[in-house]
């Protein structure tokens, strides 16, 4: 009967913490879903600061069911890019889509655009996770691999 009531409670203890990683993953998505659109404040490259900072645009989405969406934007420029957190809501990656090849904005402000969201895409380590302000650090990053990149947003 002991070995039942010790199984049982490691078990429980098991299904607690998978529901608490589940829940912080959603939690921190529910986060950036809720602000919509988020200002980056902070977008350096070993310490050297990037000099035109963009705005995220977040599309509201079930993360366990659809890839979800965002527009990375400076003005009326913009780059759609996919994102996720994992690893029970440490980790963020961001990805750049769209088409490369035969794409012709004819604006240069949007090419800079697209560019700037593509060197950034990567995964990154959630540093911050607060309902204002979140801030990842990554040196795994598309443009700027092996290079620490710091991106902070902010509501």
Avoid at 41 to 47: D, E, I, R
Avoid at 98 to 118: L, P, T
Avoid at 129 to 134: A, I, L, Y
């Amino acid at each position: 009967m002991k070995t039942s009531f010790f199984r049982l409670f490691f078990f429980a203890l098991g299904l607690t913490a998978l529901l608490a990683s589940c829940n912080r993953t959603q939690i921190t998505s529910n986060r950036l879903i809720d602000a919509g659109e988020w200002r980056v404040t902070t977008l350096t490259v070993n310490g050297t600061a990037e000099s035109t900072l963009p705005t995220l645009e977040i599309d509201a989405c079930d993360i366990y069911e659809a890839t979800c969406k965002g527009e990375w934007k400076q003005g009326e420029a913009h780059a759609e890019f996919a994102w996720q957190f994992r690893d029970n809501g440490d980790t963020f990656e961001i990805n750049r889509q769209g088409e490369e090849e035969g794409h012709e904005h004819g604006d240069e402000s949007e090419e800079a655009v697209i560019a700037q969201c593509y060197a950034f895409s990567g995964i990154y380590s959630v540093t911050t996770r607060d309902k204002e302000v979140m801030e990842f650090t990554s040196s795994a990053t598309l443009g700027h691999s092996g290079q620490t990149v710091v991106l902070r947003i902010e509501k």
